[in-house]
């Protein structure tokens, strides 16, 4: 029984290496040019990306990949007002936590690191697990001074509604998962379910709500629930 668990073990790994060589094989064939995914759509309406390098895969192949951009990299990061800020801005969404911002911030101010220091230094973070491996591809981009290029963190979900939307000619829908633009503003779709969410809770606890001095009992035939004053249970 052992032998049969560890043999499963190893073939596991042994499949999952030829994925992670085969992802990184793609990758390389793929640098610095936009691409596509076919997906494909099941019957709950979820939408699912094909192929060993997307970005609903682990953080290893999502590392791999950015945001497409053609602006041109930058080469100091206060080159302007703006490259700054774009520069903060990411270094802030990227790292979120304030002492690992202050600590790549204060290396990339340091001229005297090389590219070789550098990915020692994110190689150090790595494992000792400060640092995500998609941490590192955002940092890495940083580096380059590609600013407009930003990592994916989440396998964007929310394009199966981008999809409804479009197919749907669902104006409302495409606005709320920004294929059409409104006012400039990003909106964020979970932010509207979460509203229409705690407006159905208010609605079913005033629907239920009892005032003060009355009490209520539950009506067998109708299953429905009545309010009464000076009525007990």
Partial sequence: MVGEFVNRELNSKFNETLRTQEALKIASLYID???????????????YRIGNLNIQLDDYVKSFISFYSNKPLIKRRKQSNKSYANYTLLLKTALVKDDLIKRWDDVFGDRL????????????????????LIQVGQLLLIRQGAYDSIGVYY??????YQIMGVINMDENL???????????????????????????????????????????????STKRYEVQKGTKD
């Fill in 33 to 47: 040019k936009a691409i596509y995914w076919p997906a494909v759509q099941d019957f709950r309406g979820r939408i």
């Fill in 113 to 132: 690191i090389n590219k070789d220091k550098f990915e020692k230094l994110l190689l150090e973070d790595l494992l000792a697990e400060k640092l995500s």
């Fill in 155 to 160: 396998d964007a979900s929310a394009s199966a």
């Fill in 174 to 220: 495409c606005k709320i998962t920004n294929v059409l633009k409104t006012d400039g503003s990003k909106n964020d779709i979970y932010t509207f379910f979460l509203g229409q969410i705690m407006k159905k809770m208010v609605r079913s606890t005033k629907r239920y709500e009892v005032q003060k001095g009355t009490k209520y009992k539950k009506v067998r």
